[in-house]
């Protein structure tokens, strides 16, 4: 998502990969996060609030997986050995379902829970995790099945005081010391070999962004007196030549021990209702519900009115209604630094932001990834369900298009 860039070992940078680099995401999501979860929900806990949280954080994941690679084992999940895939529609609308469940089993629990290091046993903040959820999903059947995406949205605009509605709302989880500490301070701490990327750092210094100082930290470089990006898709040979200490690192805040790990906030609330209202699925300002958004999302950054009110007053932040895409998509394009995940959905969704390929590419020209690879693990251990699903969707490349991402989206 050009947010960060690969200093050496540019491989990953030149979309130079194979189904064995993919094997550790589907491995944690499905036997570690989805069976400890499984697990929750299969318990003689007595107490449905944990059962309801379990399955809301269940979705979440299933929805990561998907999102990433496609048609994905959903239904028979934990049911066999070798599961059928499901997809990539089945799965999304299976999620609203079971995240409505859940919110109706909150709303109904009046027993509490322990040990919840993101929401401290608020149960309320997980009920509006839930229904935001919801609203990401529809977004994502809105160039499939229109009329779904605007009700569900139109519903959850009703309701809004029932979704992430504020920073202190955000879904994050804040790491401690080690070894629960923060994954990008222990791979700083072990290697040096990614910069933030000279698509963002070139972005955000057009628009004065007072985002750039917390994304970003000078070179260490005491020559260069200016925040520098690093190019993206580079040879080894080309990256090196930046010189390793006159580009920028993360910023500090992100590097800290303790650093939380953010997974959805209240900006994005706001920007999936700016693309609805510009969408007509609701009736609403949606320049208005654009700068609230971008105001939140300056605001988890520390940034101040004057600088809020400064910012949406330049010429390239202003909202386009003619090119909402693009204002949109920009934007939370920003926004989303540090959930490449959630980015690299969004922009396959809008097709805004413009980023281009580096030159060193494997693929073809204008060519970008638009999936992950299924694990080869997938082709020896369930190589029946794993065929039909590639028969189904598509060439198991990374190029392939996944349901939701629509060729011709008429924007």
């Known amino acids: 998502m050009q947010h960060w860039a690969k200093i050496q070992y540019t491989e990953p940078d030149c979309y130079n990969v194979d189904n064995n680099d993919f094997v550790t995401t589907w491995d944690t999501g499905y036997a570690s996060i989805l069976t400890n979860l499984t697990a929750i929900t299969r318990s003689e806990l007595g107490n449905d609030s944990y059962t309801a949280v379990a399955e809301i954080l269940k979705a979440w994941t299933f929805l990561l997986l998907t999102n990433l690679y496609g ?3 959903y239904t028979e999940y934990a049911t066999t050995t070798t599961p ?5 529609e089945t799965v999304l609308r299976g999620l609203l379902a079971d995240l409505s469940s859940a919110a109706t089993l909150l709303s109904q629990s009046r027993e509490g829970i322990s040990g919840d290091l993101v929401y401290g046993g608020d149960l309320t903040k997980w009920l509006k995790l839930a229904n935001s959820l919801r609203l990401r999903i529809a977004l994502e059947l809105a160039d499939r099945d229109e009329a ?16 992430i509605s504020g920073n202190d709302d955000n879904f994050s989880f804040r790491f401690t010391a080690s070894p ?7 791979a700083f701490s072990a290697r040096d070999d990614q ?6 750092v070139d972005k955000l210094t057009e628009l004065g962004d007072p985002r750039l100082p917390v994304f970003a930290q000078l070179p260490q470089d005491t020559s260069v007196d200016h925040y520098a990006g690093a190019g993206n898709g580079l040879s080894a040979d080309a990256a090196n030549n930046q010189g390793f200490y006159k580009v920028s690192r993360p910023g500090t805040a992100f590097l800290a021990d303790d650093a939380p790990a953010v997974f959805f906030t209240y900006a994005e609330v706001l920007f999936s209702f700016a693309e609805a209202a510009a969408r007509g ?6 320049a208005a519900l ?3 958004a971008v105001s939140a999302s300056l605001k988890q950054y520390g940034a101040d009115e004057e600088e809020i009110r400064e910012y949406l007053q330049k010429d390239g932040v202003k909202y386009d209604a003619a090119r909402w895409y693009e204002s949109i998509g920009w934007q939370k394009w920003i926004a989303f630094y540090g959930q490449g995940p959630d980015a690299f959905t969004d922009w396959r969704r809008l097709g805004y932001p413009t980023l281009t390929p580096g030159p060193n590419t494997v693929l073809d020209p204008g060519e970008t990834p638009r999936r ?24 198991d490349l990374i190029t392939t298009r996944l349901w939701f991402d629509v060729e011709n989206k008429g924007r």
């Not at 059928?84 to 990539?88: E, K, R």
């Not at 699925?281 to 949606?286: C, G, K, L, P, T």
């Open 71 to 73: 048609d994905i084992p």
């Open 84 to 88: 059928a895939y499901d997809s990539q």
């Open 148 to 163: 779904t995406a605007r009700e569900i949205i139109a519903a959850a605009y009703s309701n809004r005081q029932n979704l």
């Open 180 to 186: 629960q500490w923060n994954p990008w301070a222990s």
């Open 195 to 200: 910069r933030v990327s000279k698509t963002l």
């Open 281 to 286: 699925f609701i009736n609403a300002d949606a």
């Open 290 to 292: 654009y700068s609230q």
């Open 372 to 395: 992950f690879f299924y694990p080869s693990t997938e082709q020896s251990l369930n190589s029946v369900s794993y065929k039909v699903a590639v028969s189904r969707q598509g060439v």
